[in-house]
């Protein structure tokens, strides 16, 4: 695989320039302190602790320059505003599939980046191979439901009372999306 920095670009809904690209090294303190912030805020993510410090953030840069794994960070105004990450199903037979996890920074909610994250990540999810990207999320994350809906990701299951969170015990959806039509 070669290495190349792709870069996408959207408007925010509110007119500011979204800019999507792959992670660099010299990210990982913004990568780690957004996922903290939204562990943190202890109803999107299911832990309760950010368990996690920058070198393993740059550790995880700099796999994916040698992996199939897919980091890509979102920019408002050259700002971070949230990331994205695709990493490939564990099992041998099912490496077209990519997990596809999602953070949007609080204060750039509802303006069209986790949209940019998510359309850029089908495009690099085809760049590295993978046909379905696979997510899941909270039962009562309306919103990302939503999103994940309006781009095509339909619903595949529920794992009932799956997580337990400080706000109670939470169902988990499990949604998925193929990419590329045989």
């Known amino acids: 695989m070669v290495y190349r920095l792709q ?14 690209r792959e992670a660099k090294t ?18 999107w993510l299911p832990t309760l602790s950010p368990n996690s410090n920058v070198s393993d953030w740059v550790n995880w840069i ?9 980091l890509l960070i979102a920019l408002i105004d050259g700002e971070y505003a949230g990331h994205l990450s695709l990493q490939p199903e564990e099992w041998h037979a099912s490496q077209h599939v990519a997990k596809l996890g999602v953070i949007v920074r609080k204060d750039c909610r509802n303006n ?15 760049a590295n191979d993978y ?5 899941s999320t909270f039962e009562d994350n309306q919103v990302a439901r939503t999103l994940y809906s309006s781009l095509g990701y339909r619903t595949v299951g529920i794992r009932k009372r799956h997580f337990n969170m400080p706000k109670g015990l939470i169902d988990e959806v ?9």
């Open 131 to 135: 046909t379905k990207i696979i997510l």
């Open 112 to 126: 069209g980046v986790g949209r940019s994250l998510m359309i850029s990540g089908e495009s690099a999810a085809i």
């Open 7 to 20: 870069i996408w670009e959207y408007r925010a809904k509110d007119g500011r320039q979204i800019t999507i």
């Open 174 to 182: 499990l949604m998925e999306k193929e990419i590329v039509e045989e």
């Open 62 to 70: 700099d796999r994916t320059r040698h992996t199939r794994e897919v």
């Open 26 to 43: 010299s990210d990982a303190n913004f990568l780690h302190a957004g996922f903290k912030d939204v562990v943190e805020e202890f109803a």
